[in-house]
């Protein structure tokens, strides 16, 4: 059961901590909904610009300086310090130090303990999963790969997303299932993705309506990706 006596709970996710995720917040705080986003430290203050197919978007980091007011009422995880894809390191202590730096800067701007993760390109296997496990104080990380659906998972060091936010069709149908069924056990729908990805397409109205269409139910949750992952526990 998540807080107000409800099995429903939804939650959002977003990566790489650019500056598209001002807009974003507002939009979130709007509606009343709560997200995590996952940063890299290691790129605080950087410009760049972001290709997919025919569309470009700005890539521009946010400033350290600016992640506690921004992000205030959601949640910042760890996506690492450089957004090495973690998988492809040989050397441990490389791995530990990339999540471990990341999550001492951010845990020092937010002043928040920070338990959670978002895996760079969303790759993961054992042997990462088991060194964090064993080296850090990380409770959940989570990949990219869509489940399309709402079931508890029991490995919350390789957690997957219900779905990946810009594939609407299919986000409105399992939002349509979600708000319309009373669940007897507790569900979770996950929504993941990055704020520059609104400016492909100009999907952001699009966005902001579905946003609409979730919102401010009276039976469902919304929290942060800690609040509805580690419901419960201590
Ligand atoms: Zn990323």
Same mark, same amino acid.
């Given at each position: 059961?998540?807080?107000?006596?409800?099995?429903?709970?939804?939650?959002?996710?977003?990566?790489?901590?650019? #500056?598209?995720?001002?807009?974003?917040?507002?939009?979130?705080?709007?509606?009343?909904?709560?997200?995590?986003?996952?940063?890299?430290?290691?790129? @605080?203050?950087?410009?760049?610009?972001?290709?997919?197919?025919?569309?470009?978007?700005?890539?521009?980091?946010?400033?350290?300086?600016?992640?506690?007011?921004?992000?205030?009422?959601?949640?910042?995880?760890? +996506? #690492?310090?450089? +957004?090495?894809?973690?998988?492809?390191?040989?050397?441990?202590?490389?791995?530990?130090?990339?999540?471990?730096?990341? $999550?001492?800067?951010?845990?020092?701007?937010?002043?928040?303990?920070?338990?959670?993760?978002?895996?760079?390109?969303?790759?993961?296997?054992?042997?990462?999963?088991?060194?964090?496990?064993?080296?850090?104080?990380?409770?959940?990380? $989570?990949?990219?790969?869509?489940?399309?659906?709402?079931?508890?998972?029991?490995?919350?060091?390789?957690?997957?997303?219900?779905?990946?936010?810009?594939?609407?069709?299919?986000?409105? &149908?399992?939002?349509?299932?979600?708000?319309?069924?009373?669940?007897?056990?507790?569900?979770? @729908?996950?929504?993941?993705?990055?704020?520059?990805?609104?400016?492909?397409?100009?999907?952001?109205?699009?966005? &902001?309506?579905?946003?609409?269409?979730?919102?401010?139910?009276?039976?469902?949750?919304?929290?942060?990706?800690?609040?509805?992952?580690?419901?419960?526990?201590?």
């Amino acid at each position: 059961m998540f807080p107000n006596n409800t099995h429903n709970a939804i939650t959002f996710s977003f990566d790489d901590g650019v #500056t598209q995720d001002r807009r974003l917040v507002a939009l979130f705080n709007k509606y009343n909904l709560k997200c995590t986003f996952n940063l890299n430290s290691g790129g @605080f203050g950087k410009d760049g610009v972001c290709h997919w197919q025919k569309w470009s978007a700005p890539h521009n980091k946010v400033n350290s300086a600016e992640v506690k007011a921004l992000y205030s009422g959601h949640e910042v995880a760890v +996506h #690492t310090v450089n +957004h090495p894809d973690l998988t492809t390191i040989a050397d441990e202590k490389i791995i530990i130090d990339e999540i471990e730096q990341d $999550r001492k800067v951010l845990e020092k701007l937010t002043g928040d303990k920070i338990v959670g993760m978002a895996y760079p390109f969303g790759t993961l296997n054992d042997r990462i999963v088991n060194i964090i496990k064993r080296n850090t104080p990380i409770k959940y990380a $989570r990949s990219i790969w869509a489940t399309y659906n709402f079931d508890l998972q029991d490995n919350l060091l390789a957690f997957r997303p219900t779905i990946h936010f810009l594939d609407f069709k299919k986000m409105y &149908e399992l939002a349509g299932t979600f708000l319309n069924t009373e669940y007897y056990e507790d569900k979770i @729908f996950y929504i993941w993705g990055h704020s520059y990805e609104l400016d492909f397409e100009d999907a952001w109205e699009e966005f &902001e309506k579905f946003l609409a269409y979730i919102a401010n139910k009276k039976d469902v949750f919304y929290g942060t990706n800690k609040e509805v992952l580690l419901n419960g526990q201590k």
